[in-house]
């Protein structure tokens, strides 16, 4: 059966965005919105990270927003992953949330950072047992012969563990990506979206501006 893909149309009628009554701070901005998409959305923590490899090659991953500190968003990755290859030699992310029900994207950009150790432990050890188990066995972005191989390593660590804490991997941890430039998108009818962009951020002071849709 072909999909005709062109002649998909959905008409945006919900909300509004204005620059007059926006937070002064993008991050207070995004956690309002972020609050009002936890009210209806699937998965409203789950962010497209993208990121460049060292021969200039982008990708793109959904990842899982855990933490907002000191307006830094926090994200937890295995170090040795193919994210993590490409952080290591370039530290420019982008970030993009995308609340379909309330017809709302946020995208961030910014640079990345890994978090302390004591602060990615500390978070490993509120994860589920199991998942703490998985961080282990799973050589993420690696190439693996079959599932079985790490349905093995899980059965042989979960059974090393019993009755003992599952430690913290030292290649497994958070980054903090530390936004420079944060845009806020509200679907509007006959695709005159609302955008609104805070950049040029100087002496804790952002620039905000409204751009054409």
Request: positive net charge; hydrophobic residues 35%.
């Amino acid at each position: 059966m072909k999909v005709n893909i062109a002649d998909f149309r959905h008409e945006y009628t919900n909300k509004k965005f204005s620059k007059d009554n926006v937070n002064p701070n993008p991050i207070f901005q995004l956690e309002l919105w972020l609050k009002a998409a936890m009210e209806i959305e699937d998965e409203p923590t789950a962010m497209v990270l993208g990121t460049v490899s060292l021969e200039g090659q982008p990708a793109t991953r959904t990842v899982l927003l855990k933490g907002i500190e000191d307006d830094k968003l926090i994200f937890y990755t295995n170090y040795q992953s193919r994210k993590g290859n490409h952080l290591d030699t370039n530290s420019h992310v982008s970030l993009t949330f995308f609340w379909p029900k309330r017809e709302r994207q946020i995208n961030v950009e910014g640079i990345a950072e890994k978090v302390a150790p004591e602060v990615s432990d500390a978070y490993f050890q509120t994860r589920p047992r199991t998942s703490r188990l998985g961080a282990w066995v799973s050589h993420q972005s690696h190439v693996i012969k079959s599932r079985n191989e790490i349905i093995v390593a899980f059965t042989k660590l979960a059974a090393k563990y019993v009755g003992r804490k599952v430690p913290c991997p030292d290649f497994w941890g958070g980054y903090a990506v530390v936004p420079n430039r944060v845009e806020f998108w509200q679907g509007r009818p006959n695709r005159l979206h609302d955008r609104i962009v805070y950049s040029n951020k100087v002496d804790e002071v952002w620039q905000i501006d409204r751009l054409a849709p």
